[in-house]
């Protein structure tokens, strides 16, 4: 089943086209990472697939009704606002308030659980640390409970630790048939963690496929302009950037 | 403290100060006497002063602080920001250049509700304006903006109105309306603002799961299923019918919408729907407070409701911006 699907999307801001003919599908149970380095797009792309901003070209989501739009997929933006100080409780219930569903609906019980908010739970959620907020985020739109989750670099400022339960959270989501779309920097992560990587460079789609296949030395340099120490452990794969490259 | 405690202690505290604003005046009668004569109707002096001065006073008070109460916890909702306030969005100041124009051109004598129906029509100029100037897919910064053009462009053309007034005594009746006050009031205001002000607060009490999901900044609330153009369209009609009218009927009473929804903020966990009630409760308190106030401290002198207010209100706000800085 396709979860979403951009046929030739294109966002222009002035003259120049941030993102150029981009077209994907992504169906059930895929934990998909969206790697590139910084400027390549990847925000673009999710908030215009979500019908957040003008584009050209069709988006699956973006043509759903706003409720529907709910319904089918919950967005984590990367610079995410806590506006008061309501509690942690009360703030992941919102995502179960965007379906119409009462604040102790169990998909709530179930966001607080996954990311490990049970200790802070009565706490104002603006009054607690970055990672910590970021978790509470997640498990906001987790609560939404949709069959498609957009998070746009949700793990930068978290702890390894943290970094890890996120992304097995997400590699979670996915096993139980969801599908997750998720920015991220870290190429270790993403190809430990994720099912399927898609890779922007210049606003295109320079690759896209499972880890093994797009991770090659030669993409990472081409992309990223690094070259990287590469390991293969039980765990999976390893990557250290090295050096920059010449371009 | 729980949110039903609270509404019963709100809703308490504005029974009893509107009942102490019944007894508040310069007649020098009895409390029980004065309520024995609003219930029984011997047609004598006394019965009039009450229905016919002092209820509708009392109302009006009531009617004021709920929408001014009600917009500004909206409004600093809606922008996300504590230090917004109804007058932000323009519509207090074009409402008062509406009332200012109907006194400079002598329109407010042509019938006895001519300076409220101007300053309405002023108020409904003003949210027409800022809807066009922000457009309808401005976010909340292109809304302050055409917010402070708004309220710069009507605060210059009151000056000027002023500033060529040929006539003293009409310069001087124009300073005394801006002050704000509810003094003198009849039914017939009550009966002018009631309709429209009524349309404001249904039209934000409606606002209240959106204003929930912009808690989390409106690309994440527009995610959640809320169509932000129409909150807004909603939210600005509301406030400009609400504050529109009040400052039809009152002149311009600042400060409330700001400093209300910040004190109650705390007694709500946050969380902006439920501030809705709260600061629409706590308003009606605390111009319900100012009103009995400005006729017991200076008794016969006329000390102006929009003077109390901004001598109570302008220290809370440099309290709010001194706290900020601290916390920056």
Known sequence: MTLLRLDHLTVRRGPCAVLSGISLSIGAGECVGLIGPNGAGKTTLMRAALGLMPMEGASSLAALSATARAAQAAWLPQSPEIAWPVTVRHLVSLGAMARGRPADHPSVQRATDRMDLAA??????????????????????????????????????????????????????????????????????????????????????????????????????????VTSYRAETAMGAVFQPMDTVAP | ?????????????????????????????????????????????????????????????????????????????????????????????????????????????????????????????????????????????????????????????????????????????????MMGSLADRSFDHVWMALPVMAVGWLALARTGRGLEALTLGEDAAASMGFDLSRLRLILLGGVAASVGAATAVAGAIGFVGLVVPHLLRPLVGGRPSRLLLASALGGAALVLAADVAVRMVLPGRDLKLGVLMALVGAPVFLHLIWRRRGQS
């Open chain 2, 1 to 177: 403290m729980k949110f039903r405690t609270l509404i019963a202690c709100l809703t308490a505290l504005v029974a009893g100060l509107f009942a102490l604003s019944l007894v508040t005046g310069v007649a020098p009668v009895g409390p029980g006497e004065s309520y024995a004569a609003l219930l029984r109707d011997d047609g004598g002096p006394l019965t009039m002063v009450m229905r016919e001065i002092r209820l509708p006073r009392a109302i009006l008070a009531v009617m004021i602080g709920v929408s001014l109460g009600l917009s500004g916890a909206a409004m600093q909702g809606f922008l996300r920001n504590p230090l917004a306030e109804p007058g932000l969005i323009g519509v207090s100041s074009s409402a008062a250049l509406g009332a200012v124009l109907a006194l400079q051109t002598g329109f407010a004598a042509a019938f006895a509700l001519a300076l409220p129906v101007a300053a309405l029509v002023g108020a409904g100029i003003g949210v027409a304006l800022i809807l066009f100037l922000a457009g309808p897919g401005g976010g909340a910064f292109t809304l302050i903006l055409a917010g402070i053009a708004l309220s710069a462009l009507t605060g210059a053309l009151t000056s000027l109105v002023l500033n060529l007034s040929p006539n003293p005594f009409a310069a001087n009746e124009i300073v005394f309306w």
């Open chain 1, 120 to 225: 802070f739970c009565d706490r104002a959620a603006n009054g607690l640390s970055g990672g910590e907020q970021a978790r509470v985020l997640i498990a906001r739109a987790m609560a939404q409970d949709t069959p498609l989750l957009l998070a746009d670099e949700p793990i930068a400022g978290l702890d390894p630790a943290q970094q890890i339960r996120t992304m097995r959270a997400f590699r979670d989501l996915a096993a139980e048939g969801r599908s997750v779309l998720v920015s991220l920097h870290d190429l270790g992560l993403a190809a430990r963690h994720c099912t399927r990587i898609i890779v922007l460079h210049a606003g295109g789609l320079a690759a896209d496929g499972s880890p093994a296949e797009v991770l090659t030395d030669e993409l990472i340099a081409g992309v990223f302009g």
